[in-house]
């Protein structure tokens, strides 16, 4: 069983930063990536991100190319995702869900966590 704990949202005008954080625990050996994904008010959820096993890095949105950067901290079993110059449009709960070895889809999921940005 993996648990992920999604950490350091909150209420930020346009223009600023915000760090999430995901705290994965549990049996991680056999985890294949870790993404960050979000899902605003009347929209799908979307894959914003992801990191895998070796260090590898993605983004699949281009409207968070340059402003957002995922990373993770193996130490704490953290995966982070750093998101500068906020935009209203990222308002959306945000979501950390593991990728498993094999696996096609995204399984478990954190609770997800509210960031809300103001113009």
């Known amino acids: 069983q993996v648990q992920l704990v999604e950490s350091g949202g909150g209420w930020v005008q346009a223009g600023e930063s915000l760090r999430l954080s995901c705290a994965v625990s549990g049996n991680i050996f056999d985890i294949a990536a870790v993404g960050w994904h979000r899902q605003a008010p009347a929209k799908q959820r979307e894959l914003v991100a992801l990191?895998?096993?070796?260090?590898?890095?993605?983004y699949a949105l281009d409207s968070v190319k340059g402003r957002f950067t995922i990373s993770r901290d193996d130490a704490k079993n953290t995966v982070y995702l750093q998101m500068n110059r906020l935009k209203p449009e990222d308002t959306a709960v945000y979501y950390c869900a593991v990728l498993r070895r094999g696996a096609t889809r995204y399984d478990p999921w954190g609770r997800g966590i509210q960031v809300t940005v103001s113009s």
């Open positions: 990191i895998t096993k070796i260090g590898a890095t993605g």
